[in-house]
């Protein structure tokens, strides 16, 4: 695994926490490489906004207050229900049998997962990630693509899964499978307020969970 990959999946697994320091010294040791790979990996975390200069020297693992939270998400609904309007409008019939297929793929992960397993909530996340961008590739919108990349902060979206329940996995499986009903019968403005209602839905699961960090959100059999 590249400088970039691993610190990435460090900050996404919670290995390395929000406001941890991070210097080019430490990671080069840890990792046996040069300075020069892990001050490249530096550029492109800091383009993801995954972490952020810490005064004049190394980095920091980025916080999010409430407020960013908020903000970062309401602005994904803006984006992504433009987007899944697009992708009803203009999609193809080998887009909607791809986003069939990542639906199931998607459904399948949440059938197997097991809270004590971190790779099979990576499964779902990364599942998940894949149906978004189908729909997204579907708008023939680069620009929009691009917007929306910038705000799917992959953190965030990691510990949303890691904190859902089943009961919540499973409300956001229907929510896909009536955002892929709307771009299969290309209605747009269906496609959009599914897909608005979905992200606000993560935003406030989101938003209890942090304002209740004590709070036990798990309560499936797949433990």
Do not use: C
């Not at 902060?153 to 009536?178: G, K």
């Amino acid at each position: 695994m590249n400088p970039y990959e691993y610190i990435k999946n460090e900050i996404v697994t919670g290995s390395l926490h929000p406001g941890q320091r991070l210097t080019e010294e430490a990671l080069a040791g840890e990792l046996q490489v040069s300075r020069t790979p892990i001050r490249e990996a530096f550029k492109q975390l800091e383009a993801d906004g995954l972490i952020t200069p810490y005064k004049r020297r190394g980095y920091i693992v980025r916080e999010f207050s409430v407020e960013d939270i908020r903000q970062i998400y309401n602005l994904r609904a803006l984006l992504e229900s433009h987007g899944a309007s697009e992708a009803a409008l203009y999609r193809t019939d080998e887009e909607l049998v791809r986003m069939r297929e990542r639906n199931v793929a998607y459904e399948q992960a949440i059938r197997k997962l097991k809270k004590s397993d971190i790779l099979t909530i990576k499964e779902i996340q990364q599942e998940n990630l894949n149906f978004h961008e189908e729909i997204f590739k579907a708008t023939k919108n680069e620009h929009l693509r691009s917007h929306i990349s910038k705000v799917v902060v992959v953190p965030l979206v990691f510990r949303s899964f890691y904190w859902y329940n089943e009961r919540q996995l499973l409300r956001s499986l229907e929510v896909h499978n009536t955002i892929l009903k709307a771009i299969e019968n290309q209605e747009p403005e269906r496609a959009k307020i599914a897909m608005q209602e979905h992200i606000y839905q993560g935003r406030d699961d989101v938003l209890i969970h942090l304002n209740n960090p004590n709070i036990e959100l798990w309560k499936g059999e797949a433990q």
